[in-house]
């Protein structure tokens, strides 16, 4: 089910930003990285394209460990592909540099809430979803990780990190207090879409028990 909905959610996203993804498409497919892996369009583009890739990778890890009698082997595989995956694009997004990456000096916004009045609907969503990836499935890889909280402060902490790469490498980019509580934001709740799945404590035979119902 978690599957299913994972890729109607990414087939809906697709099909509404279809013409911006096709004007990536020849760069893209043509191996260029100009026009391709230096735009937001080609970025997301190789990610969908990818998914089948990335899908295997699941299967071949799963078939592996089950093989090895490693219990809830799909959902570790599930979990740990999931998470680089769906992270790693989305990260490279905000380390795109500006047009003056280099000279302009970096840019801070300290003041909380500040900037998210000035944010748009599209670019909440986006922030909402930069480490949305890493909110679903880190619980159902770690049991440590298996709590609201912690994988808002996760969260935080990731998104610190690249506000501060943003700062230090001068991207042209503004390191704003505001993209790390929105980007926790979307962690906590991207967590709470798969709370049913998460690894809570180990078993009596060291394995890790399952909280499901």
Do not use: K
Request: glycine content about 8%.
């Amino acid at each position: 089910m978690l599957t299913s909905l994972v890729v109607v959610g990414l087939a809906s996203a697709a099909y509404l930003v279809r013409r911006p993804l096709v004007m990536s498409a020849p760069a893209c497919l043509s191996g260029r990285w100009h026009g391709c892996y230096d735009t937001e369009n080609g970025v997301l583009l190789m990610t969908l394209v990818g998914l089948p890739l990335a899908a295997l990778a699941v299967s071949a890890l799963a078939r592996r460990r089950r093989a090895a009698g490693v219990a809830d082997a799909w959902r570790r595989s599930l979990a740990e592909v999931g998470m680089v995956y769906g992270t790693v694009p989305m990260v490279w997004l905000t380390l795109m540099p500006g047009a003056q990456a280099g000279t302009a000096p970096g840019r801070l916004s300290l003041v909380p809430l500040r900037d998210l009045a000035t944010m748009t609907p599209l670019g909440i969503a986006g922030n909402l979803l930069i480490f949305a990836a890493l909110g679903c499935f880190a619980p159902m890889r770690f049991a440590v990780l298996a709590s609201v909280p912690r994988m808002f402060a996760l969260g935080a902490l990731c998104s610190a990190l690249v506000e501060t790469a943003q700062y230090v490498l001068q991207l042209d980019r503004v390191s704003s207090v505001d993209d790390v509580l929105v980007n926790a934001t979307g962690t906590a709740l991207a967590a709470l879409l798969t709370r049913r799945w998460w690894r809570t404590r180990p078993g009596p035979t060291g394995r890790v028990a399952d909280t499901t119902p």
